[in-house]
């Protein structure tokens, strides 16, 4: 930042922010290394725990994640309100208060919905937007870049976009991620959950984008094709873990980040495979002491023969006795 910024206008103050910020994602620096999609506490009555909430971001902070996503497919964004949409958003950037970075879900199948969404995280103080490609009605390569275009024109915050065609019904191809790379700065990573390295070396060749593996169990092979680090819903329970991987590959110690991949990958396999994400890590969290509450409907509960099989997931990997 300029030596003198404390002498500019607020307004101006925003802008050379926002260019250091988009500077910095454009290195990798921005967004790399544990980003945890945060999943949205409810009470019993259904509606959200902002309290709880509180609780989760500050969790987040003492133990080292690098940056909490808020109201993403993790935090049941298909399921709240518009209004409850933005309050989660406001409630996690008001408590992470600078301590933590906010990548605030704001993707939507409507373009107008999206530009109104990203407006109101950037009012509200999130470091940047996490925008899932457009689901449901398939648009063309061309729609994927013109929604981003249009998005990315409308709100000066940094963008990262998301995706995962087993939810969205649609790949946005590698050529079209890198000429929204190009054609919008501030479009400044993505997170890569179409399980496909060709497709992330394609990016990862072709664009300056921070690439983000949004597979927890991939999170390590991406990261040895140049990623830079992970949105994790295991996060959500183990944030030190995860972290402590991506720590120490990044400082070469690939022995030990293996080691720590190793005693992941069951966790992630067995915990996230048991149903529809967040169903099992919001079942885990209420068993390890931090309840979040059910899932909305259409999502359903874990059985019981499921929560049994979840219990003993937990137990080996040494968070319950």
Known sequence: MPWNLHHLSNESQQYFRLKTEIKMARKGELFSGLTVALVTPMNADGSVNESQLRKLVDFHVESGTDCV??????????????????RVIGIVCEQAAGRIKVMAGTGSNSTAEAIRLTKSAKKAGATGALMVAPYYNKPTQEGFFAHFKAVADAVDIPIVLYNIPGRTAKNMEPETICQISDACPTVVAIKESTGSMDQASFILNSSTLTVLSGDDSLTLP???????????????????????????????????????????????????????????????????GKPCGEVRL??????????????KTLTTYGLLK
């Open 298 to 311: 259409p999502l359903t509960p874990l059985s019981t023969s499921q929560l049994e099989s979840l219990r």
């Open 69 to 86: 996503s808020p109201v993403g497919t993790t935090g049941e964004s298909p399921t709240l309100s518009h209004d409850e949409h933005e």
């Open 222 to 288: 991406l990261m040895a094709l140049g990623g830079s680090g992970v949105v994790s819903v295991a996060g959500n329970i183990v944030p030190r873990d995860v972290k402590a991987m991506i720590t120490a590959f990044q400082s070469g110690d690939v022995a030990k980040a293996q080691q720590l991949h190793h005693k992941l990958f069951p966790l992630c396999r067995d915990m996230l495979g048991l149903s529809t994400n967040p169903i099992p890590v919001k079942a885990a969290m209420t068993l390890l």
